[in-house]
Structures are given as structure tokens and as C-alpha cells.
Antibody, heavy 120, light 108 residues
């Protein structure tokens, strides 16, 4: 079975930092590109960031560029999202999602998400 | 950035009826569009990729069509488990990948 399990969410104050993790199992993690996608309460899906299978290329939404960093440790089958300078509008459920092996810009497996709340 | 506009926002139908959902792109995205389903309290599931290809395990009652700027997801006969929110997503010009605002298919 293929699993993605996010962790690291919580309630934090504005301008602080948080690091999310996503543990992968049931597939060859090092072969797949990965994404983070978020969903604000009661809202739709917003793509946040992407990394290639080897971590050599990364892309970001403008709203997080310069504040968030995606990384991965293929030896640990783990994806990360370092979030700095958090703002209230970063409040959301954060999902890690696997890019399809052939069409890596589509997401074929999703974790259950971890909730980040930014509030003073 | 390519903006995807989904309509209607809400679709009220009965089980067994046909559902037709629309997604319109602000620019030509060829066939570079996917559809996802999200049931309440659940994570999104990939249904259709590149406009008309069903993802693994997706039943044939789900079909996608369109190219350029206008796309359609059709559910031929709604099953009780199909009542959910549906999102389209483009990959034509990225970053960023963008999603539509969603269509909620609810039980009438």
C-alpha cells in the first residue's frame, strides 16, 4: 500500500517558522517528484511547491516564494516543507502529494494532511 | 498565471442523473487539464488527466473532454458516492500549477 503521512503542523504566531514532514512508504520515493498543496478552511486547493525526484529543481507559488523551502531526503523517504515568516493567510491544511510517474505535474497520491494555524 | 473558472459552483442532482461540470481556462492550455474529486473529510483523488484519460481505478462513468480553453467532466449516472467537490487543475504553463474554485455536486 502506498502511503504519505504528514506531520509537524500546529498553532503558531505570525512571523514564526514551522517545518512540515511527509513520510512516504509503499513505493520508491526516490523515483517520484513531489508537491505540497494547501487548502484553507472552507476553500479550494492551492498548489504551494514542487520538487523533482532528486531535489535538483524546485518551484514555488508566488505567495510563498522566499519564505517556504521544499526539500527531500531520499535516504529517509521523507519530504519537507520549511515555512518561515508565517502569515495568517498561510493557515490551511497542508497536503503532500506524489507527482504521477509519467505526468509529474498531476498528483496521484495524497496524504491526509497536517493543519497549520497562524494566529496571534 | 492561468486562471481556471469552474461552473456551476453547485450542482444539485439526484442519483442516477447525468452530471456535467465545466472548467474554463483564461488561456489556451491545449489538453493539459486534470480533474480531482474530494469527498467531505477526505483527500483529493485524481480522476482524469490530460483532459480525457481516466486515472487508474476510475470507473468509466467518469469521462473528460475538451481542449484549448473549455473542458467538461461528465458523470454519466451519479452514484451515491459521487456526491463531492470536483476541481480542475492545469499544467500547461507552470509554475504555478493552478486549480479551479471547485464545483460541489450535491444531492437534490
Amino acid at each position: 500500500q502506498v502511503y504519505l503521512v504528514e506531520s509537524g503542523g500546529g498553532v503558531v504566531q505570525p512571523k514564526t517558522s514551522l517545518r512540515l514532514s511527509c513520510a512516504a512508504s509503499g513505493f520508491t520515493f526516490s523515483s517520484y517528484a513531489m508537491h505540497w498543496v494547501r487548502q484553507a478552511p472552507g476553500k479550494g486547493l492551492q498548489w504551494v511547491t514542487f520538487t523533482t525526484y532528486d531535489g535538483n529543481k524546485t518551484y514555488y507559488a508566488d505567495s510563498v516564494k522566499g519564505r517556504f523551502t521544499i526539500s527531500r531526503d531520499n535516504s529517509k523517504n521523507t519530504l519537507y516543507l520549511q515555512m518561515n515568516s508565517l502569515r495568517a493567510d498561510d493557515t490551511a491544511v497542508y497536503y503532500c502529494a506524489r507527482g504521477d510517474l509519467r505526468y509529474f505535474y498531476y498528483m496521484d497520491v495524497w496524504g491526509r494532511g497536517t493543519t497549520v494555524t497562524v494566529s496571534s | 498565471e492561468i486562471v481556471l473558472t469552474q461552473s456551476p459552483a453547485t450542482l444539485s442532482l439526484s442519483p442516477g442523473e447525468r452530471a456535467t461540470l465545466s472548467c474554463r481556462a483564461s488561456q489556451n492550455i491545449r489538453s493539459h487539464l486534470a480533474w480531482y474529486q474530494q469527498k467531505p473529510g477526505q483527500v483529493p483523488r485524481l480522476l482524469i488527466y490530460d483532459a480525457s484519460n481516466r486515472a487508474t481505478g476510475i470507473p468509466p462513468r467518469f469521462s473528460g473532454s475538451g481542449s484549448g480553453t473549455d473542458f467538461t467532466l461528465t458523470i454519466s449516472r451519479l452514484e451515491p458516492e459521487d456526491f463531492a467537490v470536483y476541481y480542475c487543475q492545469q499544467r500547461s504553463k507552470w509554475p504555478p500549477l493552478t486549480f479551479g474554485g471547485g464545483t460541489n455536486v450535491e444531492i437534490k
